[in-house]
């Protein structure tokens, strides 16, 4: 059986941390942020966790 291979956008987009849990980058920073309040644009600017229902799927796609 071939190896598995890892899927090639996930990795760039996600990061597992020392717990195992996912870590990924907030939506909606790319362009369009002089109408967003300073506010909105600090919440958005650090990483959340990824929710814990669509953890196990993005383990697989990282062959995890």
């Known amino acids: 059986m ?12 996600f990061t597992v941390t ?5 870590k990924r980058f907030q939506a909606n920073t790319s362009h369009l942020m002089r109408s967003r309040t300073k506010s909105r644009k600090n919440r958005l600017c650090g990483s959340t966790l ?3 229902a669509d953890e196990k799927r ?5 062959c995890l």
């Not at 020392?18 to 996912?22: H, L, R, T, Y």
């Not at 993005?58 to 990282?62: A, D, G, Q, S, V």
């Open 18 to 22: 020392g717990s195992g849990k996912v």
């Open 50 to 52: 990824v929710s814990v």
């Open 58 to 62: 993005i383990k697989r796609m990282l």
């Open 2 to 13: 071939p190896k598995m291979k890892t899927h090639s956008s996930a990795k760039k987009r």
